[in-house]
């Protein structure tokens, strides 16, 4: 009778453990996979995990067609579109930011494009080219171009520029003169954050300098004037601060540095110009309206170990770099 209460009790000790060792690792795996899972979840960048599931709809020009692109795609594809990929990873960070400030403060103004786009792909928004098209462009080279931008779109993810509490108009140019453009001078509105400032590093830009030679009854003509045969077709008459003409006569006609750059189609506001043999010489001065980042500029200061916290700084002033979602939050529909 004892010895069949022995083997019982051993039976019953068996099933016992049987039971309960499948349970402990169960209860041991299951730890260390949440345990896993949040450490790789604090190595996620907090912008990353907090960025919203937001679309953009891009109108392309070719095709004539509305197509939509995850926010941070959109942002890569125009970095890639409007900043050289050789230049230094924190400028295209810059880049990023600014590309990103644009859109979300399009997309929060809810004006639309053909009625359904929130912008073009153009330079009348900004320019934006998708994997496939920047294949065909790039070549051989697509996989480390393409990487290198990736990678400075995804370490700023989700972040834009503001001052006081708003998006910025993130204005941008390639190449300045050595100084950047009060935007009521160039605009007519005047805005805080967007100042003259010194940008020395533009002089090793490829369009730091340039010439135009036009006949002068072309010149005239886009004018509307007639100079009359004199040696010097026009006199300055004001500078901005940013050294580019303010104001200059010619043939007796006022105009702004604005209106002759346009007419003309030169590449800055800052020029002068002689008359020879019958010609315009017109020497230039940087590349683009000035006002904003130079990206040249922030390319010079990025060789130089600035970040692009110190660039955005600098180009844009008394701003702050802040996370998106606060000011996406209910104004645009996430991705479900």
């Known amino acids: 009778m004892k010895k069949r209460h022995t083997i019982s009790a051993l039976l019953a000790g068996l099933i016992a453990v049987a039971i309960i060792i499948p349970s402990l690792l169960v209860s041991l795996f299951s730890s260390e996979e949440e345990e896993g899972t949040l450490k790789t ?5 907090d912008s ?3 960025e919203p599931a937001v679309e953009v709809a891009v109108f392309r020009s070719a095709t004539k067609q509305t197509e939509t692109f995850p926010l941070e795609e959109y942002v890569a594809g125009v970095v890639a579109a409007e900043m050289p990929a050789e230049f230094e990873k924190e400028a295209l960070k810059a880049q990023a930011l600014t590309a990103r400030t644009f859109i979300v403060k399009q997309l929060i103004s809810g004006s639309k494009v053909n009625g359904q786009a929130n912008v073009t792909d153009t330079v009348n928004h900004q320019v934006f080219k998708t994997k496939e098209e920047l294949k065909k462009i790039w070549g051989s080279d697509f996989k480390w171009k393409s990487q290198k931008i990736d990678e400075a779109v995804q370490e700023t993810a ?5 001052y006081d509490g708003t998006p910025i108009t993130a204005s941008f140019f390639s190449t300045s003169n050595g100084y950047t453009e009060n935007s009521e001078e160039y605009w007519n509105e005047a805005l805080p954050y967007l100042k003259s400032v010194t940008s020395p590093w533009d002089e090793s830009s490829p369009k730091y300098s340039s010439k135009k030679i036009m006949p002068l009854t072309e010149f005239e003509r886009k004018l509307g004037i007639s100079v009359k045969g004199k040696a010097e077709a026009g006199t300055i008459t004001a500078r901005t601060a ?3 003409i303010a104001s200059v006569k010619i043939g007796g006609k006022e105009f702004s540095g604005r209106e002759v750059r346009e007419k003309l189609g030169l590449a800055s506001s800052d020029f002068n110009w002689v008359l020879k043999s019958g010609n315009v010489i017109i020497t230039t001065k940087g590349y683009g309206h000035g006002v904003g980042m130079s990206q040249y500029g922030a390319n010079g200061m ?3 170990g600035k970040t692009h916290q110190q660039i955005i700084a600098h180009y844009y002033q008394q701003t702050k770099i802040e996370e998106a979602e606060h000011f996406l939050k209910g104004r645009v529909t996430a991705k479900k």
Not at 158 to 162: C, H, M, N, R
């Open 242 to 244: 940013g050294k580019r």
């Open 302 to 304: 990025a060789k130089e």
């Open 48 to 50: 990353a995990v907090q």
């Open 158 to 162: 989700g972040q834009i520029i503001t």
């Open 41 to 45: 979840q604090k190595n996620v960048p």
